[in-house]
């Protein structure tokens, strides 16, 4: 067994590889509703839109919107961070005090998240294997927060080929990528549509949010 086999199987609580936190069911049914409907404010004032991929303009499965001073996207000229929604050409809104609190909360980190990733995935969509690696504070760990259906996170380690564990995140779970798994490559590797409720009664019409929180520049240099 090679060392990188240790750290999936062994090496951290519920077998994840070091660094990852899983906390299912952080968020009661209750907070779930709250978290929600302040998202749902945020996508009446900055709607989703399906991105493309650089390059070749192949569509993202999942639709993508943010809040916070800066929100990323991807278009055909690449990935990066701005301070606009590309559809409506508004800065963000701002990140609801609920999701705030979370990071406070469960990172501890210093200084506030600057972008909160809002993505929709419908029972079809999914998301390959990537690193998030366009941030310069990547001391800060990346807090994700899932709503709705239920879906198969894959994580590894930080090469593409390391082994890979996968988990089932349902509505209510927070996951952390932090300190030697910040760079990890992680991926949904599918949803399992009408798993839950919780955004069924929405103008969504059901499936999953997920939620990234990142620090993106560092803190302490102006
Ligand atoms: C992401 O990596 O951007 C999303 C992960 C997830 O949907 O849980
Ligand atoms: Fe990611």
């Known amino acids: 067994m090679n060392e990188n086999?240790?750290?999936?199987?062994?090496?951290a609580p519920r077998?994840?590889?070091?660094?990852?936190?899983?906390?299912?069911?952080?968020?009661?049914?209750?907070r779930q509703a709250a978290v929600l409907a302040e998202v749902l404010r945020c996508l009446a004032e900055a709607p989703l839109?399906?991105?493309?991929?650089?390059?070749?303009?192949?569509?993202?499965?999942?639709?993508?919107?943010?809040?916070?001073?800066?929100?990323?996207?991807?278009?055909?000229s690449g990935y990066r961070y701005q301070e606009r929604h590309p559809g409506t050409g508004r800065p963000w809104p701002a990140i609801p005090p609920l999701l705030l609190t979370?990071?406070?909360?469960?990172?501890?980190?210093?200084?506030?998240?600057?972008?909160c990733l809002i993505n929709h995935y419908d029972a079809a969509a999914r998301m390959g294997l990537h690193q998030d690696r366009d941030e310069a504070a990547l001391d800060a760990p990346v807090l994700s927060i899932s709503l709705g259906d239920?879906?198969?996170?894959?994580?590894?380690?930080?090469?593409?080929?390391?082994?890979?564990?996968?988990?089932?995140?349902?509505?209510?779970?927070?996951?952390l990528l932090a300190g030697p798994a910040r760079l990890a490559f992680h991926?949904?590797?599918?949803?399992?549509?009408g798993s839950s409720r919780l955004l069924a009664g929405t103008p969504l019409g059901g499936g999953r949010l997920n939620l990234t929180?990142?620090?993106?520049?560092l803190p302490y240099v102006k």
């Open 150 to 175: 239920t879906a198969v996170f894959r994580v590894g380690g930080t090469a593409r080929r390391d082994p890979t564990r996968s988990i089932r995140l349902a509505s209510g779970d927070a996951v």
């Open 49 to 76: 839109v399906r991105p493309v991929m650089p390059g070749d303009g192949k569509p993202f499965s999942v639709r993508m919107s943010s809040c916070g001073p800066l929100g990323w996207v991807s278009d055909r």
């Open 213 to 217: 929180l990142r620090r993106v520049s």
């Open 15 to 30: 077998g994840l590889p070091a660094g990852v936190a899983w906390h299912p069911g952080h968020l009661a049914p209750a």
């Open 102 to 115: 979370l990071w406070d909360t469960l990172t501890g980190y210093p200084a506030p998240p600057e972008a």
């Open 5 to 11: 086999n240790m750290l999936c199987d062994l090496g």
């Open 187 to 193: 991926g949904i590797d599918r949803v399992l549509g």
